[in-house]
């Protein structure tokens, strides 16, 4: 009847997984295979992390390659 402390913790991983997530399951995949795939993240830190800690990588990500890609923008502009 009681749960130990690591199934708990497990349940609650995915609870918050199921509740939280507001991406339909094809962006889930994709957006897991350009981090794996560009960003060198392994599967196994992709789905450890809470959805609002994926939430603010990912943003970071975002921001980063936006940046990145003004820098390239202005110098190309340079020449």
Request: without cysteine.
């Amino acid at each position: 009847m009681w749960l130990s402390p690591q199934n708990s913790g497990r349940r609650a991983r995915k609870f918050f997984r199921l509740t939280l997530r507001h991406d339909n399951l094809k962006n889930y995949y994709r957006t897991n295979f350009s981090l794996m795939q560009h960003h060198k993240y392994s599967l196994t830190e992709l789905e450890n992390m809470m959805p609002w800690e994926r939430d603010i990588y990912i943003s970071m990500l975002i921001q980063f390659i936006e940046e990145e890609n003004a820098k390239i923008k202005e110098r190309q502009t340079r020449k």
